[in-house]
């Protein structure tokens, strides 16, 4: 049924390392719950093989006894989230999905597909032409865009967080969130062919 149902792209978007993979994982985790209790909708995993990776993720995560074990590998552009797929007479990597269905308890007819993607960071990157690295697109097509904020990217929170302890305060600052969400306008604009007054 996956062609007869209307779906909804949900972009998980940030700099490298500001937990995209970690997110997901968790996001799959509660959803189920909280859509439920909340709004009386089923939230199901549509495809277990195709989103094994994020099965996996989230298998490790919360079946962690210590932080060095729920640690997760950082997502490369290459591997199993990423295939490698003709497109416009060259091959490029593009991001797998991970579908999700979504149906209403009291009207079973009701119902769509949520679908997620977990990019590399690297696809952000200012500078990155969506058109010959087509793998962060989907974000022009998505129906939410979900921007990861980095807290230890950020010098004002890291001036806040001075006394903390935490191992993420010895990597140095890459102080360019506000650049990859601005940079990211005028790509979608462009590939949803809107004018510099339209809102995304």
Known sequence: GFLETQHHIISIVGDQSAGKSYYLGVLTKVLPGTLYRDFQLVFQDSDPTGNAPVNDMRK??????????????????????????????????????????????????????????????????????????????????????LFLFDPFNSPEFRRR???SKDPQMEKPVIDQQDIILAEMRAPIHNIRNLSVREQI
């Open 60 to 145: 490790r995560l919360f079946a962690a006894e210590t932080p060095a074990q729920a640690k997760l590998i950082k997502t490369q552009m290459t591997g199993g989230m990423y295939e490698s797929l003709p497109r416009q007479g060259r091959t490029v990597l593009l991001p797998r999905p991970f579908v999700y269905s979504l149906a209403s308890v009291e009207q079973r007819d009701e119902r769509c597909a949520l679908i997620f993607y977990d990019n590399a960071g690297e696809h952000f990157q200012p500078g990155i032409n969506m058109v010959e690295q087509p793998g962060a697109q989907h974000v022009a097509s998505a129906a939410g865009i």
């Open 161 to 163: 967080l001075n006394a």
